[in-house]
């Protein structure tokens, strides 16, 4: 039901940007969010939007480097990502949850199966 695409190997300082496809009845209905898990570490928050009045949050670690958006018409949410560290490196993974945005993963109980973002010093 969640597709997340749009990852690679990207310099530091460069941009990517991560698009997650939900289903119709996910879409319309769900806060969505992004989390980021790198090697050996817990999967962390990144940004979530809420489903009724597209509110956004973010992690302290991305604020005004990342933005989470939504294309209503195409069921797609996106992370763009700009700025890029090094320490930006891990799996993406999309999440959905009925009613509003959470930064807690385990609140989530719809996962996309994760896409690689490495950047490179």
Same mark, same amino acid.
């Given at each position: 039901?969640?597709?997340?695409?749009?990852?690679?190997?990207?310099?530091?300082?460069?941009?990517?940007?991560?698009?997650?496809?939900?289903?119709?009845?996910?879409?319309?209905?769900?806060?969505?969010?992004?989390?980021?898990?790198? @090697?050996?570490?817990?999967?962390?928050?990144?940004?979530?939007?809420?489903?009724?009045?597209?509110?956004?949050?973010?992690?302290?670690?991305?604020?005004?480097?990342?933005?989470?958006?939504?294309?209503?018409?195409?069921?797609?949410?996106?992370?763009?990502?700009?700025?890029?560290? @090094?320490?930006?490196?891990?799996?993406?993974?999309?999440?959905?949850?009925?009613?509003?945005?959470?930064?807690?993963?385990?609140?989530? @109980?719809?996962?996309?199966?994760?896409?690689?973002?490495?950047?490179?010093?």
């Amino acid at each position: 039901q969640l597709q997340a695409s749009g990852g690679g190997l990207v310099q530091a300082g460069g941009s990517l940007r991560l698009s997650c496809r939900a289903s119709g009845r996910i879409f319309r209905s769900y806060a969505m969010g992004w989390f980021r898990q790198a @090697p050996g570490a817990e999967r962390d928050f990144v940004a979530a939007i809420g489903w009724s009045d597209g509110s956004t949050y973010y992690a302290d670690s991305v604020k005004g480097r990342f933005t989470i958006s939504k294309d209503n018409a195409k069921t797609l949410v996106y992370l763009q990502m700009n700025s890029l560290k @090094p320490e930006d490196t891990a799996v993406y993974y999309c999440a959905a949850r009925i009613n509003g945005a959470d930064t807690r993963a385990n609140m989530y @109980p719809y996962w996309g199966q994760g896409t690689l973002v490495t950047v490179s010093s």
